[in-house]
């Protein structure tokens, strides 16, 4: 099985940043995707960031505010960089993914237990 860890969460003013980071760890054979949801209460869980190979998906709302990335040396850690952060981006933050497992090529979707984000001034 693969584990997620989400890390980075916290209390910020309007207009802040955070980084969330998201480590995999397991028997992982190979990653083909890593990414954020977010879920508000009283709303459902919604994609923020997603990243597959070398490609990027974002949510409208957080184009040109944030950025997913995997670390260089690590290709097991993801990064979301929260810049220029909005009361409406509170929300419980999960860290998701597909992977397929070692030595079956089982695929495995596990999600992380989540971090809160709280914008407020």
């Known amino acids: 099985q693969v584990q997620l860890v989400e890390s980075g969460g916290g209390l910020v003013q309007p207009g802040g940043s955070l980084r969330l980071s998201c480590a995999a760890s397991?028997?992982?054979?190979?990653?083909?995707?890593m990414g954020w949801y977010r879920q508000a209460p009283g709303n459902q869980r919604e994609l923020v960031a997603a990243?597959?190979?070398?490609?990027?998906?974002y949510a409208d709302s957080v184009k040109g505010r944030f950025t997913i990335s995997r670390d260089d040396a690590k290709n097991t850690v993801v990064y979301l960089q929260m810049n220029s952060l909005k009361p409406e981006d509170t929300a419980l933050y999960f860290c998701?993914?597909?992977?397929?497992?070692?030595?079956?090529?089982?695929?495995?979707?596990?999600w992380g237990p989540g971090t809160q984000v709280t914008i407020s001034s």
């Open positions: 397991g028997n992982i054979l190979r990653i083909d995707t």
């Open positions: 998701y993914g597909q992977f397929k497992i070692w030595p079956t090529g089982i695929v495995s979707t596990p």
């Open positions: 990243i597959t190979g070398g490609t990027t998906d």
